[in-house]
């Protein structure tokens, strides 16, 4: 069985000296992004169980000051991995780790970030998961999520605080902080994650990583769910390089019978993208945020940064933005995500066979949920048609000759840990959180993709990062893909490495 909190145990390491213009194991693992070491396994030149024995060394090093990881599975993934190297897959031998959020794999806890669900353990595979395996990939543990990835920061009252990497006392973002956290402090070289709001993004953002949100529906929640809060959440990870983002999305894409419906298929295959010329892309730079939120300078000046990168590369810039009712918008999503965590709580209820106890829930989960009791039926169809008609107005804005819709993904740097605590008031709450998702929300209710590239460091913010978010009409992974991988190569962001990080230890 898996191994639980505090359990993680050292692991061997190779700690001969190199020979001269060698690399040691570990420096090899951190040299490596995952398309790299399952080649390196795939060669012979990492014995099968290395990889896994690295990230749980590194994991065990870092994890009591990051708090990233919630539940390990690192002895389990080690004795899988001759069998699945020889296999082969595209990832054969990598570790992998899932979110701790709806993301069923047999035998592996379960908790969504609340204590409601303590001792939840899931008897099969999602469709996603079955998948990673198909591709060879070792789940080797799950990371922090808030409770039912409600807020952008990774906080809960059953595993504590996650903490940015490049500052302590900063959040990682959410509700992907802790799969952020560990990719960013390199125990893996990308993980799982899941954006209901901007949660792929956003932590992406705050600890210096690619992180793309595919179109709606791109990743089948097959079997256990048809869609995320309304079509509003999607599957997907967050990687250091683009490539990685790229060929896992390869790796899971694609519907399942059953399906109540799909993204637009791809022209080819994602990673095959990364290699393609993005051409002469007409992009939008939009410097206001689409809720209305006060955006931060140090954020506007990334986002300026990156259209001047652009234009230089030779792409179309322009000022431009598509118009938002944001009061309206706000409400409808708010009673639509409300509703959901409603109909999760009750359904978890319904297993146990009795009512949520006060202390099971965290304070603005429970206001969360009021919202959807206090709705009746037809005011969700009102929501529904609302979010509709803006993903509507935002399909014209791109069909007026907008490649890619450019902007800061966050309208304010990460902030301090607490501000963003689900037991916090919501009075308190609320305008942080709106400035956090005051550019990510519209494409979860769009269904478009969007990625955040890591292209803003240091200055004002104090060192920590502030990515760019690029987004595109619905199916177009591949332009984004594209553009990502011409400004990873303009502007690399592979050498940046956070204070907290394996890099910077051992």
């Excluded at 940015?164 to 960013?184: D, K, M, Q, T, Y």
């Excluded at 978010?469 to 690399?492: D, N």
Aim: with cysteine; hydrophobic share 45%.
């Amino acid at each position: 069985m898996p191994e639980g909190r505090g359990t993680l145990a050292p692991c061997r390491r190779n700690d001969l000296p190199a020979r001269e213009g060698a690399l040691s194991l570990r420096e090899t693992y951190l040299a490596s992004d995952g398309l790299a070491l399952a080649e390196l396994l795939r060669t012979g030149d990492l014995a099968p169980g290395e990889a896994v024995e690295c990230a749980a060394e590194i994991a065990s090093e870092l994890d009591p000051e990051l708090n990233a990881v919630v539940c390990t599975d690192f002895e389990r993934a080690a004795a899988a991995a001759p069998e699945v190297v020889a296999a082969g897959g595209l990832f054969a031998g990598v570790p992998y780790l899932l979110k701790d959020l709806y993301a069923n794999a047999a035998g592996l806890p379960l908790t969504n970030g609340s204590r409601l669900f303590d001792g939840n353990v899931p008897n099969h595979d999602s469709e996603m998961v079955s998948r990673y395996r198909r591709a060879g990939l070792l789940i080797a543990g799950r990371t922090a999520s808030p409770e039912f990835g409600l807020t952008t920061s990774t906080e809960s009252a059953v595993f504590g605080q996650t903490r940015n990497p490049w500052n302590l006392e900063h959040i990682a973002g959410g509700s992907s902080g802790g799969a952020a956290a560990a990719v960013a402090a390199g125990i893996v070289p990308a993980a799982h994650a899941s954006d209901g709001g901007g949660s792929i993004r956003i932590p992406a953002s705050c600890c210096g990583l690619f992180g793309l949100k595919p179109s709606r529906a791109r990743v089948s929640l097959a079997p256990d769910a048809g869609e995320g809060w309304a079509g509003f959440s999607v599957q997907h990870c967050v990687s250091r390089t683009v490539r990685d983002s790229a060929a896992l999305l390869d790796a899971v894409a694609g519907p399942v019978a059953g399906d109540p419906y799909c993204a637009p298929p791809p022209e080819r295959s994602f990673l095959d993208e990364i290699d393609r010329e993005p051409g002469r892309l007409r992009i939008a730079l939009a410097l206001e945020a689409f809720n209305g939120a006060p955006v931060d300078e140090a954020c506007v000046a990334a986002a300026r940064g990156a259209a001047e990168l652009c234009a230089g590369l030779g792409h179309e810039v322009a000022h431009a933005a598509p118009e938002i009712d944001a009061t309206a918008l706000g409400l409808a999503t708010r009673l639509i995500v409300g509703a959901n965590v409603r109909a999760t709580i009750a359904e978890r209820c319904e297993a146990l066979g009795r009512e949520a106890r006060d202390d099971e829930l965290e304070p603005l989960t429970w206001a969360t949920a009021a919202t959807g009791e206090q709705s009746d039926a037809a005011a969700y169809a009102r929501a529904t048609r609302t979010v509709h008609a803006v993903g509507r107005r935002l399909a014209v804005f791109f069909d007026q000759g907008f490649d890619v819709l450019l902007s800061p993904t966050m309208a304010a740097p990460p902030a301090k840990l607490g501000v963003l605590s689900l037991s916090n008031r919501d009075d308190d709450y609320m305008p942080a959180l709106l400035q956090t998702i005051g550019f990510t929300q519209l494409m979860n209710v769009c269904g478009n993709p969007a990625a955040s590239v890591p292209l803003g460091w240091g200055g004002a913010n104090g060192g920590l990062p502030i990515g760019v978010q690029i987004a595109a009409p619905v199916g177009g992974e591949g332009v984004l893909l594209r553009l990502a991988a011409q400004l990873e190569r303009e502007r690399p962001w592979i050498d940046r490495k956070p204070p907290c990080s394996a890099w910077r230890s051992g």
